[in-house]
């Protein structure tokens, strides 16, 4: 199996920054894309960014030019820089990988537990 454990969330005020981490562990042979999804109280979860392999990115339109994502791959573990936050950027965030793991070598979605982000105006 293959868990995701995230860190950084927390409180901050409008304007600041904020820096998620994610890291992958366990049978991993390969991880493919990786991402940062988020999910605020009654809307649907949905994606933030993500990162290839490769390091090709795309983002939500909401946050280009604010949100920068990076990966280590050699440490399996990818970043969410956030900066100028707003408080609509409040949210649950997840991680998410897709994940080619050691039982199966098919690759399978993981995601990490959630980590709380709130942005106080």
């Known amino acids: 199996q293959v868990q995701l454990v995230e860190s950084g969330g927390g409180l901050v005020q409008a304007g600041e920054s904020l820096r998620l981490s994610c890291a992958a562990s366990g049978r991993i042979f390969k991880i493919n894309t990786m991402g940062w999804y988020r999910q605020a109280p009654g809307k649907q979860r949905e994606l933030v960014a993500a990162i290839t392999s490769g390091g090709r990115t795309n983002y939500a339109d909401s946050v280009k030019g604010r949100f920068t994502i990076s990966r280590d791959n050699a440490e399996n573990t990818v970043y969410l820089q956030m900066n100028i936050l707003r408080p609509e950027d409040t949210a649950v965030y997840y991680c998410?990988?897709?994940?080619?793991?050691?039982?199966?070598?098919?690759?399978?979605?993981?995601w990490g537990q959630g980590t709380q982000v709130t942005v106080s105006s």
């Open positions: 998410n990988a897709n994940v080619v793991d050691t039982s199966t070598f098919y690759p399978t979605n993981y």
